[in-house]
């Protein structure tokens, strides 16, 4: 599969919303329901923010949501703080036999 | 809580075989919902999933590495393990265990840095 297409970089001031965009095709992004992101500091694991496309896991903040249409599906971080910036990966369930597909990442600063 | 703990050597020569354990805590690895995967970060790149094992057996890979990849579980142990065999530099990388979804990967391990070379 080849990995999905997100922004290298995204940019934002404190308070301010940001919307990272994932574009896959109609075989991962646009087939399923499946769509992950997750966030990742300087040096440590990936975190997940957001599941099932929309689903926020418990103590992730609402500041942090997702969408899906068509092939591409979205996550949006509103009143942005100085602690969200960090890269941002999305991934998609691409059907039997893989457990998922990556986007290629994007670096939020917070200005 | 559960956590995943990766183990392993740090440093692989090219061509030899790189092995890495990852230590389930918390709950069991015998779960029916959930798979146990491997995904690996090159240094300032962006994260590849390897692999995924379910406590029974069953295992998906991925296309571009299946020839040289396996993953393995002990659930006497709580452990899934990861095997890549003849490694390049270009498999140098930060390699994580997770606990699988349908496509989300949560939590995840510390990760643990491999590097090729001689």
């Known amino acids: 599969q080849s990995a999905l297409t997100q922004p290298r970089s995204v940019s934002g001031s404190p308070g301010q919303s940001v919307t990272i965009s994932c574009t896959g095709t109609s075989s991962d992004v646009g087939g399923y329901n499946y769509v992950s992101w997750y966030q990742q500091h300087p040096g440590k694991a990936p975190k997940l923010m957001i599941h099932?496309?929309?689903k926020r896991p418990s103590g992730v903040p609402d500041r942090f949501s997702g969408s899906k249409s068509g092939n591409t599906a979205s996550l949006t971080i509103s009143g942005l703080q100085a602690e969200d910036e960090a890269d941002y990966y999305c991934c998609s369930y691409a059907g039997s036999y893989t457990s998922g597909v990556f986007g290629g990442g994007t670096k939020l600063t917070v200005l | 809580q559960l956590q995943l703990q990766e183990s392993g050597p740090g440093l692989v020569k090219p061509s030899e075989t790189l092995s890495l354990t990852c230590t389930v805590s918390?709950?069991?690895?015998?779960?029916?919902?959930?798979?146990w995967g491997w995904i690996r970060q090159p240094p300032g790149k962006g994260l590849e999933w390897i692999g995924s094992?379910?406590?029974?057996?069953?295992?998906y890979y991925n296309a571009s590495l299946r020839s040289r990849v396996t993953v393995s579980v002990d659930t006497s142990r709580n452990q899934f393990s990861l095997k890549l065999t003849f490694v390049t530099a270009a498999d140098t990388a930060i390699y994580y265990c997770a606990r699988v979804g349908y496509s989300s990967f949560d939590p995840w391990g510390q990760g643990s840095l491999v590097t090729v070379s001689a």
């Open positions: 099932d496309v929309s």
């Open positions: 918390g709950d069991s690895i015998r779960s029916i919902s959930y798979y």
């Open positions: 094992i379910h406590f029974s057996g069953s295992t």
